[in-house]
């Protein structure tokens, strides 16, 4: 089972990034997916989460209307649609699965599986 994140990298303020998150191993469509981020010296975040069926939700409010979790279970990828970003969005960016099928997964917890992560550093 993995999940392995890309897509990260250096933008100005008001820019834009994709995130993808490849996986491999398990029944990616069954699973809630979440996308996490940890930026220096602060605790992780959990950004958004996308269930089996498609339902969606922004978790970090900092990032809402700004930010859009989605997937395509054909090619067993999740993404992290960014734009508008702010300084405070650098961070590591994590891809998760969820422990249970199934399952609407909701906190650090109830995620298994993690990714190394994928820098995303916004700065002028």
């Known amino acids: 089972v993995q999940v392995v994140e890309s897509g990260g990298g250096l933008t100005q303020p008001g820019g834009s990034l994709r995130l993808s998150c490849v996986t491999s191993?398990?029944?990616?469509?069954?699973?809630?997916m979440g996308w996490f981020r940890q930026a220096p010296g602060k605790e992780r975040e959990r950004v958004a989460r996308i269930s089996w069926s498609g339902n969606k939700i922004i978790d970090a409010d900092s990032v809402t209307g700004r930010f859009t979790i989605s997937r395509d279970n054909a090619k067993n990828t999740l993404y992290l649609q960014m734009k508008s970003l702010k300084p405070e969005d650098t961070a590591l960016y994590y891809c998760?699965?969820?422990?249970?099928?199934?399952?609407?997964?909701?906190?650090?917890?109830?995620?298994?599986?993690w990714g190394e992560g994928t820098q995303v550093t916004v700065s002028s």
């Open positions: 191993g398990f029944t990616f469509s069954t699973y809630t």
């Open positions: 998760a699965k969820a422990r249970r099928p199934t399952h609407w997964a909701q906190y650090a917890s109830d995620f298994d599986v």
